[in-house]
């Protein structure tokens, strides 16, 4: 008799490894055979995650198909099955897998397509926090401002590519206008956010992208700027720190020591 | 709001277990159905989702009825998410709380099912510790629900309604008696369902519940797969009438979670177990033993 730790790891491995035949020792026949009932609890898993998967990437499997998205996801799963039982959490490495996975190589913008709808779907879910008191950051001294760290908005994310994703995502959206869509059209910089009860998917210029993405990242505002000028040298970085203000994007900072 | 200022048990009353799509629907028109029942693991990160529930909670005493304790799952039970679940149940004020006896968490993967235990005195011993580590950090009982089962392992020594009384026995805790999931674990087991009522202390059960199967065919045989898809099969209304008759009239709870259909139906059937509660209730004699 296995101890209640080991028949769990068998059993596991009897769903996900398709490595049965340890567990299957253990499972009564009872007219219909230990195999035909595992597979029954195999089916349940695979394809509940996998309907979750599809609409956390709803755009993603409209583009390669939903029996092909279904096989990426069996496939997935398997590898990484979800450590925690809030399921909206999970997919956060499904565009990582996919950048790996060999049958999705003649598709090399579908994993920046996954950031791009792991970016929406988390704005859509996480909870929202106030942002930061302008009056708070009017009273920090002149000198301080190049040392700062910010704590952005929570439904953030920046998402960039050599691929034009977003005209590629609004194309799928329901209701959207077909249109041709033409992969050399260039690359794209993102910023994704909720908005009301929406999740808005904004286009910045690459300096604007550079200061936010830098800060989001936990850069001081002295090397976010650099990355900017990096980019684009003749930016004008007051104005795209005032901006970063008005946008409301901040909702606590530190002083960097 | 805090814990204590919640409704206590629902009324013995018929209600329905509210999912995403029904919310806009039942929070413009709130229809007078008598309690709510939702997955915790839904609202956890808070955002949109929770504010409706919120605003639900205002005009409805909610349930909640947790997937993700993994209670029979060997080792430590997951710290984290029972914070979640206690921080939301501070929140919300549910009239009831409950789980499963089931297992879903095995070496870090959580595999989003109910997956079967085996009945010994070692798992006996696991979920009856979680369960009280449970209740104590809660500070309040919960309900075990019974599971749908497709398989039964070799080494199970006790029989599942005697292995949930022990487990009420040690913890304290109610049960939550699923008629649909006795129905299809006895057919696919080979179990009898009325003897399976009969071996459930009466006085433990606190909640019902309803709900639809599917009939599969698999390698030839007829399997029934508790999915939640469609309205509750005359037999499991049959059943119901048996366990009304042995537990009187407890709250009940009419779950569709595939195939969701329009408010109203799901609605509809809540009624009809309504009718059948208050029948119990004016047939009163029952035999609710103590």
Known sequence: ?257 | MSATSGPGRPDARAGIGLRAPHVGELLATRPAVPWLEIHPENYMMGGAALASLETARRDYPVSFHGVGLSLGSAGLIDRRHLERLKTLVDRIAPCLVSEHLSWSTSGGAYLNHLLPLPYTDETLAVVASHIHEVQESLGQSILIENPSSYLRFRHSTIPEPEFLAELARRTGCGLLCDVNNIYVTAWNLGLDAIAYLGALPTATVGEMHLAGHARNDADGQTILIDDHGSRVAPPVWTLYHEALQRFGPVPTLVEWDTDIPELSVLLAEACTADGLLEAARTRGGHARAA
Not at chain 1, 88 to 113: N, T
Not at chain 1, 171 to 194: F, I, K, M, N, Y
Not at chain 1, 221 to 248: C, H, R, Y
């Open chain 1, 1 to 257: 008799m296995l101890a209640l730790h080991d028949l769990q790891r068998v059993f596991k491995d009897g769903l996900l490894a398709d490595d049965e035949e340890t567990v299957l020792a253990h499972i009564a026949g009872d007219g219909l055979g230990p195999r035909a009932r595992l597979a029954l609890y195999r089916h349940h898993v695979l394809t509940t995650l996998t309907a979750t998967l599809e609409s956390a990437f709803p755009v993603v499997c409209q583009l390669v198909d939903k029996r092909f998205f279904a096989y990426a996801a069996d496939a997935f799963i398997r590898q990484h099955p979800p450590a925690r039982p809030c399921l909206v959490e999970y997919g956060a490495i499904f565009s990582e897998f996919l950048e790996g996975f060999p049958p999705c190589q003649g598709h090399p913008y579908l994993p920046d397509m996954a950031r791009l709808e792991w970016a929406v779907h988390q704005a859509a879910q996480v909870a929202e926090v106030r942002p930061l008191d302008c009056a708070r950051f009017d009273a920090i001294p002149r000198d301080d401002l190049p040392s700062l760290r910010f704590s952005m908005d929570p439904t953030l994310s920046y998402v960039s590519s050599p691929w034009p994703v977003d005209k590629i995502w609004r194309a799928h959206q329901e209701g959207a206008e077909p249109a041709e869509l033409d992969l050399s059209a260039g690359g794209t910089c993102l910023e994704v956010r909720r908005v009301g009860d929406g999740v808005s998917v904004r286009v910045l210029d690459p300096a604007a992208y550079a200061l936010r993405h830098a800060l989001a990242v936990g850069a001081m505002l002295e090397e976010a700027a650099g990355a900017a000028l990096t980019v684009a040298p003749s930016v004008d970085l007051i104005g795209a720190i005032q901006k970063l203000l008005q946008d409301q994007i901040f909702t606590d900072f530190t002083l960097s020591p």
